[in-house]
């Protein structure tokens, strides 16, 4: 029953905001859910919590974001904290660890925000951006700026096979930035006429590499190569403890999405959803714990993770 | 001696009548000294507001000089650890108050406000000027510091190329000399060409030494072992700016496979990014003021140029070498991060 509310309250969510990263919408469901449980000792609570965790990661929404919000939300809200192994019975323990998850679902909020600060030097007046497929990141700040009268072009990959490069492109316009679609095939044409790359991303990599839409690895490694720098927008909560050696080792949870894990198909016949970016390919990731190299990223994910 | 202010310090930088970057920092410490020794203060915030209004109105006015604004930094971090050691403990906060993950960035993003330090201490005066008094000792002795480390890093035998003239370097060449036999190539460094005095003062200690043009430096890479350069700056992303020429020379260098040594003691670690330090000079540093050419022809003079992280090996500086990757890290250890304005 409980699973069943979980997976449908999360979807809710989603279709509500679309500005909301899934990661935030699985941390609300796993908030509401915290709210509505009923548990009685601390181990049947992590145990439910984990279970709830599971069923998220089993919706066909980004995978890779999900869970690594959804880890990072259970550590913070269970990290052995002082005031924990003070409580006198799992009563107050439970009001303790709802105080924090809200705490913790209103900085993830926040976030945003705080890369939109981090970012406001980056866009300058007369550049012209590349950026690939749809991310909400790299939307936010390209309104930002526009809004703050600068003035540039961008041009963004169609992005198939779900066309969001499409859809980006409308929500560019209604800005009033002018901005070009291009084939996901055209990136290696247009690489020379543009002065940077902005990209966002499903999740970033113990090294500093990041995993994000197909096309993704193509247009890094492609600029890179012709010096162009390579910026990537994204949040704190997506920093997973992984290190791929290369786009063979990437988990197939994360490849692929669960309803055709699950049907049984032959996987070498499905396109993957994502791909990964070498380190070496990337120059600056623009977050909302400020402005990393990628050489940063696995002190950071010390840091979060104890 | 007139006490220091913030207009005269100013001024001076503005004409531009400091020798070296060593003494910008020793006079804008002297400068930050009298400030916590005289102006009117009762709380560590009014000290740190006091201190940062130097920073803001550097940054202003002549946004290129960064080690006046890296010492108020430092200043201001001294003033927050002073703070806390003294309190003992939590008090001096990030205003935004949540369980903040400690920055350890380039740019921070959280506290764009100053760190709370509201309670009145007596004894805070004195402990910051003690503070300040060690750093100025530190100062003072980082020159040494970092030519005492030319006799590891220079072997017999070796060609080092450097560039214009850069005292730190000279000290450090001078110090390996004594030890070492090795071969100096020096770019002249046009159109101060203070590369013939660099030349000059190479030679007066027994270094063999080479004068050679800037543009000749690609062709001589080849036979290069080291290049050893001095900066203005360095930038967060591990980057530096420094005298034009450099840029060539680096990227020279790394066609080459020759590592790139920068001679640089830790005051010159600056959190910016890059862009704001631009500085254009007169055209008459290259064409003289009589010449007659045409009004149509544009004289462009540069005073700095950027060479990218990839391209530095490593960082000399007054404790141990720093790799370019690091520098984010080692700024989060010289500066407090909520006291940086955007």
Same mark, same amino acid.
């Given at each position: ?306 | ?96 108050g949540h369980h903040t993950f400690p920055q350890v960035t380039m740019d921070p993003t959280g506290g764009v406000e100053l760190p709370k330090c509201d309670q009145a201490l007596p004894d805070l005066r004195d402990r910051v000027l003690e503070a300040l008094a060690e750093y100025r000792a530190e100062l003072e002795q980082s020159d040494e510091l970092i030519a005492v480390q030319g006799e590891s890093k220079i072997h017999n035998d070796e060609v080092i190329l450097t560039f214009d003239w850069c005292g730190l370097v000279l000290a450090f060449l001078t110090r390996a000399a004594k030890k070492r036999h090795f071969h100096v190539i020096v770019a002249e460094g046009a ?67 020759? /590592?790139?040594? $920068?001679?640089?003691?830790?005051? &010159? =670690?600056?959190?910016?990014?890059? #862009?704001? %330090? ?15 050419? /045409?009004?149509? $022809?544009?004289?462009?003079?540069? &005073? =700095?140029?950027?060479?990218?992280? #990839?391209? %530095? ?30």
């Amino acid at each position: 029953m409980k699973a069943f509310d979980i997976s449908t309250f999360f979807l809710q969510q989603m279709s509500a905001d679309d500005n909301m990263s899934p990661a935030i919408a699985a941390t609300r469901a796993l908030m509401e859910s915290l709210r509505l449980d009923d548990s009685t000792t601390l181990q049947e609570f992590i145990a439910k919590m984990k279970e709830a965790r599971e069923s998220l990661s089993k919706t066909d929404v980004s995978v890779v974001s999900v869970s690594s919000g959804c880890e990072l939300f259970l550590r913070f809200i269970t990290l052995s904290h002082l005031e924990l192994e003070q409580a006198a019975d799992f009563a107050s323990c439970r009001e303790i660890l709802l105080r924090r998850g809200e705490e913790y679902v209103n900085t993830m909020q926040e976030s945003r925000k705080r890369i939109l600060r981090s970012s406001t030097n980056l866009i300058k007046t007369g550049m012209v951006i590349l950026t690939h497929s749809r991310s909400r990141n790299v939307l936010a700040v390209m309104k930002e700026a526009a809004k703050n009268g600068k003035q540039f072009t961008v041009y963004v990959t169609e992005s198939r096979p779900d066309c969001s490069g499409q859809r980006m492109a409308e929500d560019l316009r209604s800005c009033g930035i002018p901005c070009t679609v291009i084939l996901d095939s055209a990136v290696g044409y247009m690489v020379e006429r543009v002065n940077a790359v902005m990209l966002g991303a499903e999740g970033v990599c113990e090294n500093g590499g990041i995993i994000s839409k197909i096309g993704t690895c193509t247009v890094a490694t492609f600029a890179h190569m012709k010096n162009k720098p390579v910026y990537i927008l994204v949040e704190s909560f997506k920093f997973i403890r992984i290190i791929p050696l290369n786009n063979s080792s990437l988990p197939k949870s994360y490849l692929h999405c669960a309803s055709i894990l699950n049907s049984g198909k032959d996987l070498g016949c499905e396109h993957p959803l994502v791909d990964y970016t070498h380190p070496d390919n990337i120059t600056l990731l623009y977050t909302d714990l400020g402005v990393l190299p990628t050489s940063a990223v696995t002190e950071h994910l010390i840091k979060l993770y104890t | 001696m007139a006490p220091p202010t913030k207009q005269d310090f100013i001024n001076k930088l503005r004409l531009e009548k400091f020798e070296s970057e060593q003494s910008k920092a020793e006079e804008s410490l002297a400068l930050l000294e009298h400030i916590v020794a005289n102006a009117s203060w009762q709380t560590g915030s009014e000290l740190l507001t006091l201190l940062r209004n130097v920073d803001i109105e550097v940054s202003a006015k002549l946004p290129w000089e960064t080690t006046p604004r890296n010492m108020v930094q430092r200043a201001l971090k001294i003033v927050v650890d002073e703070y806390s050691s003294c309190v003992g403990g939590v008090s001096a906060m990030n205003t935004s108050g949540h369980h903040t993950f400690p920055q350890v960035t380039m740019d921070p993003t959280g506290g764009v406000e100053l760190p709370k330090c509201d309670q009145a201490l007596p004894d805070l005066r004195d402990r910051v000027l003690e503070a300040l008094a060690e750093y100025r000792a530190e100062l003072e002795q980082s020159d040494e510091l970092i030519a005492v480390q030319g006799e590891s890093k220079i072997h017999n035998d070796e060609v080092i190329l450097t560039f214009d003239w850069c005292g730190l370097v000279l000290a450090f060449l001078t110090r390996a000399a004594k030890k070492r036999h090795f071969h100096v190539i020096v770019a002249e460094g046009a159109p101060t060409y203070q590369g013939h005095r660099m030349a000059e003062s190479l030679s007066r200690v027994g270094i063999q030494t080479t004068l050679i043009q800037d543009c000749a430096v690609f062709p001589m890479m080849s036979r290069v072992n080291k290049v050893i350069i001095g900066t203005r700056t360095v930038l967060s992303n591990g980057g530096i700016k420094t005298d034009l020429g450099a840029a060539a020379l680096a990227s020279a260098a790394k066609f080459y496979c020759v /590592p790139l040594y $920068v001679c640089t003691p830790t005051y &010159k =670690f600056s959190r910016i990014s890059g #862009e704001e %330090v631009n500085h254009c000079g007169s055209g008459s540093a290259i064409i003289p003021i009589n010449t007659p050419l /045409p009004s149509s $022809v544009n004289v462009a003079v540069s &005073k =700095f140029d950027y060479v990218p992280p #990839e391209n %530095v090996t490593s960082f000399i500086t007054n404790n141990r070498g720093i790799a370019p990757s690091y520098v984010y890290r080692h700024l989060s250890e010289l500066y407090d991060p909520a006291a940086y304005h955007v």
